[in-house]
């Protein structure tokens, strides 16, 4: 029977095929249960590996480059691959030699390379980590890498890669009159609290009583913005996993709450239930939504570019066909929210995306097509804001590379759009 450790390799390894082999990303195949068969502690660590292999992906990959013929199955390829880092990483040679030799033993197809493995794991094991720490932070694919570099610069991008391979601290957003030193950690000049090797999230202190919640920093932003006030109507148009409409309900908005995705909007009703927030619920297209609201958040479904650092799975499992769709949609759905809205209502408008089309030149052309619609840049000068950030249309940029000593933020855009009466 193996180990469990080596379950926990195996799974990470199957993690890697989906990702790398069917261009699926890693949370949909934790949704469809890829780990569930894993006791709680090792599908921590095969999320881990699966992770920290997708970061360390190009330098894994230029040590195994000369031991390797092409043709190599991927499976086993990201055998080593997973392998590689771990031994680069620190763990101890026997373990992971040996697991892996087991693992690939077992594959019916490619059981006749276990000599394979454990000739290229133990050469790696013995000059790996020496290379590896000389290798540069791996760069993004060329498809996203070269659309970035032209938007930001390659200085920036080479600081966004940088950021991107040293992954991402945990954040969290308090709820009002919560003490918010029970979790240590530091506070960020914009309010949120920033945790390093934060461990297993659902055993620190506040969480059971709904005190807090994970949320990027940049993620806690466009809430902010927007401002909400106790009693206002408000919709969050794009609603789970929930983060904002819980700063939203925090701060006594009546919210409505929407989102396509039955699923997903069964995380949004579990993170209410802990933190004793209280919303209206609707799973519906918000294309198709009717009503008038004081204010909305519009926070839309986008290529997610801005949040590599905290999933390196999305790059190497996408290729960019599918944005050009998203910002239709982006634009449709801004075109609908604007209808929603009352006459002296504001709307945010954000997207997790390092692409300007999907932020800057969304709000460029609303402007063009709505006559009644003004960006209001005072929304975005908020206490620790970079004054610089603040973008020509009067909207907020955020890039991976801003706090870069303190651990970065995702890649954001938001802008707060006034309707005139
Ligand atoms: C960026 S996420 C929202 C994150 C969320 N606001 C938060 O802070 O936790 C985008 C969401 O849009 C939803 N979505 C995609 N298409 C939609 C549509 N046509 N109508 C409503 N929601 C949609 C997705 O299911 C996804 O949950």
Not at 159 to 171: N, R, T, Y
Not at 190 to 210: M, N
Not at 215 to 239: F, H, M, R, S, Y
Not at 302 to 307: K, Q
Request: proline residues 5%; contains cysteine.
């Amino acid at each position: 029977m193996s180990d469990s450790a080596t379950n926990a390799r195996r799974s990470a390894i199957y993690l890697l095929d989906q990702v790398l082999g069917e261009g699926r990303l890693l949370s949909e195949c934790l949704a469809a249960g890829a780990l569930d068969r894993l006791e709680p502690e090792d599908r921590a660590r095969a999320q881990r590996l699966a992770v920290e292999t997708l970061r360390g992906l190009e330098r894994a990959d230029r040590l195994l480059q000369k031991h390797l013929k092409k043709g190599t199955p991927l499976t086993v390829h990201n055998t080593l691959r997973v392998g590689t880092v771990e031994l680069c990483q620190g763990a101890a040679a026997h373990g992971v030699v040996n697991s892996m030799v087991e693992i690939t033993s077992k594959n019916k197809r490619y059981g006749k390379l276990k000599g394979l493995v454990n000739a290229v794991l133990r050469k790696i094991a013995a000059d790996g980590p020496a290379a590896w720490a000389a290798l540069r932070a791996p760069r993004l694919p060329k498809w996203l890498r070269q659309p970035l570099a032209q938007a930001w610069g390659n200085e920036a991008m080479l600081a966004i890669e940088q950021v991107q391979f040293a992954g991402a601290p945990l954040d969290v957003s308090f709820k009002p009159d919560t003490d918010t030193t029970v979790l240590g950690g530091e506070v960020l000049p914009t309010g949120s609290v920033r945790l390093r090797d934060a461990g297993q999230v659902s055993a620190l202190p506040g969480y059971a009583s709904g005190d807090w919640w994970v949320q990027d920093a940049a993620a806690a932003l466009p809430v902010q913005v927007l401002a909400p006030k106790a009693g206002e109507e408000i919709l969050d148009l794009c609603a789970a996993p929930g983060g904002k409409t819980m700063q939203m309900a925090a701060a006594g908005a009546k919210v409505t709450a929407l989102d396509v995705s039955k699923n997903r909007m069964k995380r949004v009703q579990e993170n209410l239930d802990r933190t004793g927030l209280t919303v209206t619920v609707v799973v519906g297209d918000a294309l198709e939504h009717q009503g008038q609201y004081d204010a909305i958040l519009l926070d839309a479904p986008c290529s997610a570019t801005g949040t590599i650092r905290r999933h390196p799975d999305l790059p190497q499992a996408k290729d960019g066909s599918e944005f050009g769709e998203l910002i239709e949609l982006q634009t449709r759905m801004l075109a609908h929210a604007w209808d929603l809205l009352k006459p002296g209502g504001r709307l945010v408008f954000c997207t997790c995306s390092l692409l300007p089309d999907e932020g800057e030149v969304q709000v460029e052309e609303a402007l063009d097509m709505f006559p009644d619609m003004r960006v209001d840049r005072t929304a975005v000068d908020l206490p620790g804001i970079d004054p610089t950030w603040i973008t020509e249309e009067g909207g907020l940029r955020l890039r991976p590379d801003y706090w870069a000593e303190k651990g970065g933020m995702d890649g954001f855009y938001m802008a707060r759009l006034h309707k005139e009466t």
